[in-house]
């Protein structure tokens, strides 16, 4: 005979804790630096409902067209040109933190460059 004993841990497994489970937002090629582009906002659940997380951009970044402010979830560009013809789609992955070290949460924001220019005249 088996005995079985279930133990229900509550385990991080890196589900998002973000308000939603994934982010969109379409932004104009050529866009200037410092241009709001999206707002991540978090919960800590288990631990204390009112513990806002960190954030931090951890893929999709690695040219730094994205800025991330950790505290307040307000993604922006920077100065970093947007090209739509280089690039059409970005996909960032975006950890949310309890402390420097400690992922929580991670969650997908999809990036969609619009196209501005036609071309060189
Ligand atoms: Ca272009
Ligand atoms: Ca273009």
Request: proline letters at 5%; one cysteine or more; charged letters at 25%.
């Amino acid at each position: 005979m088996f005995q079985v004993l279930v133990v229900v841990e509550n385990v991080n497994d890196n589900a998002p804790l973000t308000e939603l489970a994934a982010y969109t937002a379409a932004i104009p090629e050529n866009s200037s630096g410092g241009k709001w582009v999206a707002q991540l906002q978090a919960w800590d659940l288990d631990r204390d409902p009112q513990q806002r997380l960190k954030f931090r951009i951890s893929a999709g970044n690695p040219e730094n067209f994205f800025a991330l402010d950790p505290d307040t979830g307000v993604l922006t560009t920077t100065g970093r040109k947007l090209d739509r013809e280089k690039q059409a789609e970005h996909i960032l992955e975006v950890y949310q933190l309890r402390h420097p070290l400690e992922t929580l949460g991670s969650t997908e924001i999809m990036l969609r460059i619009i196209n501005c220019d036609f071309g060189v005249l």
